[in-house]
C-alpha cells in the first residue's frame, strides 16, 4: 500500500495477497475492509496503522509441512498447520537499538510500505516445527514471486506467540516473541520461552501477557514491553480507502476493464507449481525417495545444482543424489558454505560421476578426486586421476598375478575361505586391492579369486 493520504491501495500487493491465500488454501473474501489501529510508538510516525481487523483478504487456510519422527528420525509424518488469515497491512518503521551508546535510533525507510500478514492458528508444538513451518511458508512466497523471502534482510519476519498447558486445559496466557529474523532463531526462541514458562509456573509464579525480544548472544528472551493495559487499539473503519472488491468469473462484469479489478479465477490459473508439486515430480522423475526431495528444495541453491549435474552426466539419477546429499552437503555443512559457494562446480561432479560410472575409477578412489576438487585448484576430476594414478587397473593379467600372489602368501586365509568364513573372502580382496594401492576393482576381484579357489 502507498501513503495513506492519497488513497491509493497498491494494485501487485493485492494480487500477491490473493495468490498467497490460493497457494495457502484459503477462502478469498471477495469483499474485505480496511481498518486504523492506533497505538503510539515511535516506529509508527501517524500514530495509527493500516491493517484489515475486521474482513481480511483471506481466511480459513492451512499449511502442510513434514517433520522426522522416532528415535532415529529416520520417519517423515506430514502435518497441517491452520492458517487463521491474511491480511493487508502497512509496515511501521524499523527501530535500531545502540546498547553501546544507549539510545535508539528510527530507520522510517519502510513505513507505510505494503505488508502481507499471514496469522496461524496454535498449532505448533516446538520450535523445530514452526522453524520447519516457517521454511515451507517461505518457499512457497518465493515461488509465488510474493516475496523474494530473505530473513537476514527483513524481507519475512516472524512473531512468535508463546503459551504453555496442561494436556486438556485451555491454553496458557501468551508472550509475543518479536522480529526473529532467522529459521534456527525463531526455533531457539520459542524452545527457550516454552522452557522458561514452565519452569516459572512450577515455581508458583505467573506468566505476563508480555512483548520480548530474542537476545540471540545470550540465547534467551528478553521483556520488552508489557502489553497489560495497552490491549485498545481503538478500531476505526479506514475512511480513505473504501472496501476491497475482487471479482471471479462468475461475478466479473462484462464491460469490466482487466486493468481496474482483480480476478481471483485469473490468478489461480496463474500459480506456478509450489513446493509440494515440485517435490511429487522430483520423486516421480528420478526415483529419488521423498525425504531426498525435501533436502533438496530446502537447501537454498541444491535442486538446481543437482538438476545441472543430472543434465550433464551419464550416472543414474539415485548415484547423483547420493553424491549430492551425502558428499557435497556434509562438506558445505562442515565449512558452513552455502550451495553458490561450493568450490565443486556441477560441471565437476558431473565428469567425476561419468569416471565412476564408467568403471574408470573406483569409489574409493572418486573420493580422493572429490577432496583434491573440494580445494579449488582448478583441476578437473579426469587430471587429478592422471596425476594421481587413481584408475582402476585394466590389466586381467596382472590383476591375475595380484591375486594369486595374495592366495599364495596367506594359506590361512585361503583355508578360512574354504570353510565358509563370510569374512575371508573380504579380507582376501583387502590385500589384493591394498598391493595395487586400491587401483584393482573389488568386483573383479572377488570374480577371480572365487574361480582361483573353485568356489
Known amino acids: 500500500m502507498e501513503g495513506e493520504l492519497s488513497g491509493v491501495l497498491n494494485r501487485r500487493c493485492v494480487e500477491a495477497a490473493v495468490m498467497t491465500g490460493l497457494a495457502l488454501n484459503c477462502h478469498i473474501n471477495k469483499k474485505s475492509l480496511f481498518d486504523r489501529k492506533h497505538y503510539f510508538y515511535s516506529d509508527l510516525p501517524a500514530g495509527y496503522q493500516i491493517t484489515q481487523q475486521r474482513l481480511p483478504i483471506a481466511a480459513n487456510g ?38 553501546l551508546r544507549s539510545q535508539t535510533l528510527i530507520d522510517l525507510n519502510r513505513a507505510g510500505v505494503g505488508l502481507l500478514e499471514v496469522v496461524l492458528e496454535p498449532d505448533l508444538c516446538c520450535g523445530e516445527e514452526a522453524a520447519i513451518a516457517v521454511r515451507e511458508l517461505q518457499m512457497i512466497l518465493q515461488a509465488l514471486g510474493t516475496s523474494q523471502a530473505n530473513m537476514a534482510e527483513g524481507q519475512l519476519r516472524v512473531d512468535a506467540n508463546v ?28 524452545d527457550y520461552e516454552i522452557q522458561r514458562q514452565i519452569t516459572e509456573l512450577e515455581n508458583g509464579g505467573e506468566i505476563l501477557n508480555e512483548t520480548r525480544s530474542f537476545d540471540y548472544k545470550l540465547g534467551c528472551t528478553v521483556s520488552m514491553r508489557d502489553k497489560e493495559g495497552k490491549q485498545d487499539y481503538r478500531f476505526m473503519p479506514e475512511p480513505n480507502l473504501p472496501p476491497l472488491v475482487l471479482y471471479d468469473a462468475t461475478s466479473l462484469p462484462a464491460d469490466a476493464d482487466s486493468q481496474q479489478v482483480v480476478n481471483i479465477d485469473q490468478l489461480r490459473d496463474m500459480l506456478p507449481e509450489l513446493p509440494s508439486a515440485t517435490r511429487e515430480r522430483l520423486v516421480q522423475q528420478y526415483g529419488i525417495l521423498p ?19 543430472i543434465k550433464e552426466t551419464r550416472a543414474e539419477p539415485k548415484r547423483v543424489i547420493n553424491w549430492v546429499l551425502n558428499t557435497l552437503l556434509y562438506y558445505l555443512k562442515q565449512q558452513n558454505l552455502a550451495v553458490s559457494e561450493s568450490p565443486v562446480t556441477p560441471a565437476a561432479l558431473a565428469e567425476l560421476l561419468d569416471l565412476l560410472d564408467s568403471k574408470a575409477i573406483s569409489s574409493s578412489a572418486a573420493k580422493q578426486v572429490f577432496e583434491e576438487l573440494w580445494k579449488g ?32 602368501g596367506h594359506p590361512q586365509v585361503v583355508m578360512d575361505v574354504k570353510n565358509r568364513n563370510p569374512k575371508a573372502i573380504n579380507k582376501l580382496i583387502g590385500l589384493v586391492r591394498r598391493t595395487s594401492l586400491s587401483r584393482a576393482d573389488p568386483t573383479l576381484i572377488k570374480e577371480i579369486l572365487e574361480r582361483k579357489l573353485s568356489l
Open 163 to 190: 503459551s504453555v498447558h496442561h494436556p486438556g486445559e485451555p491454553l496458557g496466557v501468551r508472550t509475543e516473541v518479536k522480529n526473529l529474523n532467522s529459521l534456527r532463531f525463531l526455533a531457539k526462541a520459542i
Open 291 to 309: 525425504e531426498h526431495s525435501f533436502t533438496l528444495l530446502n537447501e537454498v541453491g541444491l535442486l538446481e545444482f543437482f538438476q545441472s549435474v
Open 377 to 408: 585448484e582448478g583441476k578437473t576430476a579426469a587430471q587429478i586421476v592422471t596425476e594421481q594414478q587413481l584408475e582402476l587397473m585394466q590389466d586381467r593379467e596382472a590383476l591375475e598375478q595380484l591375486c594369486q600372489a595374495a592366495i599364495d
Open 62 to 99: 492451512h499449511l502442510t509441512y513434514s517433520v522426522y519422527m522416532g528415535k532415529k528420525r529416520s520417519q517423515m509424518t506430514t502435518k497441517t498447520v491452520r492458517i487463521k488469515q491474511i491480511q493487508l497491512e502497512q509496515d511501521s518503521g524499523k527501530s535500531l537499538h545502540d546498547d
